[in-house]
Nanobody
Framework: VQLQASGGGTVQAGGSLRLSCSASGRIFRGYAVGWFRQAPGMGREFVASRTWSGSSTVYADSVKGRFAISRDNAKNTMYLQMNELKPEDTAVYYC????????????????WGQGTQVTVSS
């Protein structure tokens, strides 16, 4: 499976953005798509993941209640709706595929898409 992330931009604190992760190739419903982010000088951080079947959704504590991951199976696209954005959410956001459908470590994911920049100004 190949993934492509889009939808980043610049927004003021308290604002919203929706990221998209478009998938092509063979998609199995048991696979998961995860979102990670990497701020300047920092390691890659898990944000959220969801299986294509919708049976499992996981969020990092730092985004619970503010971010929501959803899917459109017809479009083979996974979305990350980000609300109440904070300056500390500023990062490059990546999506990746998890063939096992579980786990939140970078090593659980492969087929990384290119990142999309999200900048939140205070």
């Amino acid at each position: 499976v190949q993934l492509q992330a889009s939808g980043g931009g610049t927004v003021q604190a308290g604002g919203s953005l929706r990221l998209s992760c478009s998938a092509s190739g063979r998609i199995f419903r048991g696979y998961a798509v995860g979102w990670f982010r990497q701020a300047p000088g920092m390691g890659r951080e898990f944000v959220a993941s969801r299986t294509w079947s919708g049976s499992s959704t996981v969020y990092a504590d730092s985004v619970k209640g503010r971010f929501a991951i959803s899917r459109d199976n017809a479009k083979n696209t996974m979305y990350l709706q980000m609300n109440e954005l904070k300056p500390e959410d500023t990062a490059v956001y990546y999506c990746a595929s998890n063939p096992a459908g579980r786990g939140v470590s970078e090593n659980d994911f492969d087929s990384w898409g290119q990142g999309t920049q999200v900048t939140v100004s205070s």
